[in-house]
């Protein structure tokens, strides 16, 4: 289902069932695990012999082996695609070998001892598959709900992009996942204000190109001009920059211009703050503003408060 092409009604392809496969599995495995821990408490409050054979304890050596392999041939098969659903398959036989391996010993143990242990044992076990089957919900639910791409994939692409001479900083990246291998990438690219447009605009669809050929992403970059042979421009942008990180170093700006007036100079540009921060955005916005004519008194900051798409 995943594979199946694009189309009018989904043109970013089907991929997002791999996901949603996947939640299927973690939502079994959960459910397993509140029969096993169900019936395993049952069976403490109502103890019951426990059966003991050759054909039992050769039965149960066989299925492990099995479930092993089958743990192994998934998590591998999984990794190599990129599998969601395979991941939580391979899980689902690890949870089967552990429970069937606690059968096992609970029928030995009884066996030589008398003593029973199925009931705790199985409790114990299915506990522990509740466990395992939640963190799969959340693995499978994250995509679904759009998660922030990895540091490292962020790292890449940024130190991809600089890599260009004509790119001079990065911001508002955004990556859109609709299941594996259907990544789309959009973000701003600070350029030259002074440079040629055209031959800007090449470089750019350039970078497109590679980040299609490299990460197997569709790329779209937005051009944002700087300027950067202006010495007044460039010296207030770094004082300002200050005076953010003074408010708090968390904070960052880009897309800096200055406006100039016949009564006053706009400087316009936007400060980017972590999700949850401590000030609401009209106080962050309202203490650039203070910051900004406590610098110059001719100075009047615009400024738009985001937030960063990336972790």
């Known amino acids: 289902l995943a594979s199946r092409p694009a189309d009018p009604e989904h043109p970013y392809g089907h991929g997002r069932y791999e996901?949603?496969?996947?939640?299927?599995?973690?939502?079994?495995?959960?459910?397993?695990?509140?029969n096993l821990a169900w019936s395993s408490a049952q069976k403490i409050i109502a103890p019951s012999p426990t059966e003991f054979s050759g054909a039992l304890v050769a039965v149960l050596v066989l299925s492990i082996a099995v479930k092993l392999w089958m743990a192994a041939f998934n998590r591998s098969i999984g990794r190599r695609i990129n599998?969601?659903?395979?991941?939580?398959?391979?899980?689902?036989?690890?949870n089967d070998v552990?429970?069937?391996?606690?059968?096992?010993?609970?029928?030995?143990?009884?066996r030589a001892t008398g003593v029973d242990l199925d009931g705790w044992a199985g409790l114990a076990v299915g506990a522990f598959i509740c466990w395992s089957g939640v963190g799969l919900l959340r693995d499978t639910v994250s995509p679904l709900l759009g998660q922030a791409p990895s540091p490292e994939l962020v790292e890449h692409i940024h130190d991809k992009i600089l890599s260009y001479s004509g790119v001079l900083?990065?911001?508002?990246?955004m990556v859109h996942d609709y299941g594996p291998g259907r990544r789309m990438i959009s973000l701003h690219a600070e350029v030259p204000a002074?440079?040629?447009?055209?031959?800007?605009?090449?470089?750019i669809d350039n970078i497109e190109s590679e980040l299609k050929q490299k990460l197997g992403c569709e790329t779209v970059i937005h051009m944002d001009p700087i300027v950067v042979d202006d010495g007044v421009t460039k010296e207030t942008r770094e004082k300002v920059a200050a005076l953010v990180n003074c408010i708090d170093d968390q904070i960052s700006i880009?897309?800096?211009?200055?406006?100039?007036?016949?009564?006053?100079?706009?400087?316009?540009?936007?400060?980017?703050?972590p999700f949850k921060f401590r000030l609401a955005d009209e106080q962050v916005?309202?203490?650039?503003?203070?910051?900004?004519?406590?610098?110059?008194?001719?100075?009047?900051?615009?400024?738009?408060?985001?937030?960063s798409y990336t972790a």
């Open 169 to 173: 900083g990065t911001h508002d990246l």
């Open 83 to 94: 599998s969601d659903t395979l991941e939580a398959t391979a899980v689902d036989s690890r």
């Open 19 to 34: 996901y949603l496969a996947g939640l299927v599995v973690a939502a079994l495995v959960l459910a397993i695990g509140i």
């Open 194 to 203: 002074n440079e040629n447009v055209l031959d800007i605009h090449d470089e």
């Open 98 to 110: 552990i429970s069937t391996a606690a059968v096992l010993a609970c029928a030995c143990i009884s």
């Open 285 to 307: 916005r309202a203490k650039i503003c203070a910051a900004v004519k406590a610098l110059d008194g001719n100075y009047f900051a615009v400024v738009n408060v985001e937030r």
């Open 254 to 273: 880009h897309d800096f211009r200055m406006v100039v007036g016949a009564t006053h100079t706009n400087l316009i540009f936007d400060a980017v703050v």
